[in-house]
């Protein structure tokens, strides 16, 4: 902050980045005012909904049973939550990062699929989805065609058939894909319980045994190629116990070896020697590339 009485040079005020430059400034405008702009039509159309709405229920007119196509979230019988996302969709987007799932939250996912997808075609129909939208949202967040049709448009463009119903990777979509999670509320967490109960369902020894799994499957890979590695507990050559040696690609000669499962070595003195994953642990020291 500049003392009182004093205007700080615009040599200072550039070097801290305090001031922007009259071209900076004018550049934010545009989106500031499509912002505003924005806020202003979805305040439009709420102020009309809630005028109309007063209007039926002062003449007895029945209310729509007009459902948007955001059904994850509560029902909104008059759009006013569809408009606002439509004025604010541009600062919506890309404003979250997609994380992976984790190993437990695609367990999830697929079991909570699985149960509602009752004829096993990897597709949820109408009657399947609406299922598992009663299990999850309630009685009121039930669709008709229409309206899962325009939701699967709106979660794959691309789709082919949406008509058919919801393929599993448009559903996994719902999940894990940050504009998605964000615009329905989606937490697969929240509607595995839902679903099962606290701690129920089979997801977490699924995951359990798939991460066992893997990591059985990299231990009988061994250490990558240029990984630095040390022998160990080997009887007929022990007298290889206990030096370092580096993963290296094998020749074509060596291909054979490789196939029974084992590791091609690289000895300090340039001997090639092929053992088993068991008989080595990875370094200390730095891979090479």
Do not use: W
Not at 23 to 47: D, E, F, H, T
Not at 93 to 110: A, K, N, V, Y
């Amino acid at each position: 902050m500049a003392a009182p009485g004093r205007t700080p040079s615009v040599h200072t005020a550039a070097s801290h980045s305090a001031v922007r430059t009259p071209a900076q400034r004018s550049r934010r405008i545009p989106a500031v005012a499509a912002l505003c702009a924005g806020l202003a039509a979805a305040a439009a159309v709420a102020r009309e909904a809630f005028a109309g709405a007063a209007l039926r229920a002062a003449t007895g007119s029945p209310v729509p049973a007009r459902r948007t196509a955001l059904k994850a979230e509560a029902f909104d019988p008059f759009g006013i939550k569809e408009a606002f996302k439509g004025a604010m969709g541009g600062v919506l987007d890309g404003s979250g990062t997609d994380e992976p799932p984790s190993r437990l939250e695609e367990e999830m996912m697929l079991e909570i699929f699985e149960k509602y997808d009752e004829d096993r075609d990897g597709i949820l129909k109408l009657d399947e989805f609406n299922a598992l939208q009663r299990a999850t949202e309630g009685e009121d967040a039930v669709y008709n065609q229409d309206q899962l049709t325009d939701l699967l448009r709106s979660v794959n463009s691309g789709i082919k058939e949406p008509e058919k119903g919801m393929p599993f990777v448009d559903y996994r979509r719902l999940y894990a894909e940050s504009r998605l999670k964000k615009a329905y509320g989606t937490d697969v967490t929240r509607d595995h319980v839902k679903v099962f109960g606290v701690a129920g369902g089979q997801a977490a020894d699924r995951a359990q045994a798939a991460l066992k799994k893997e990591a059985e499957e990299a231990a009988k890979a061994g250490p990558a190629v240029g990984s630095a590695v040390v022998i160990q507990g080997l009887s007929g050559a022990k007298e290889l116990n206990g030096q370092t040696a580096h993963v290296v690609a094998p020749t074509e000669a060596e291909a054979d070896m490789v196939a029974e499962g084992r590791l091609i070595l690289e000895l300090a003195d340039g001997e090639r020697v092929a053992l088993k994953p068991t008989n080595v642990k990875v370094a200390e020291t730095k891979s090479i590339d």
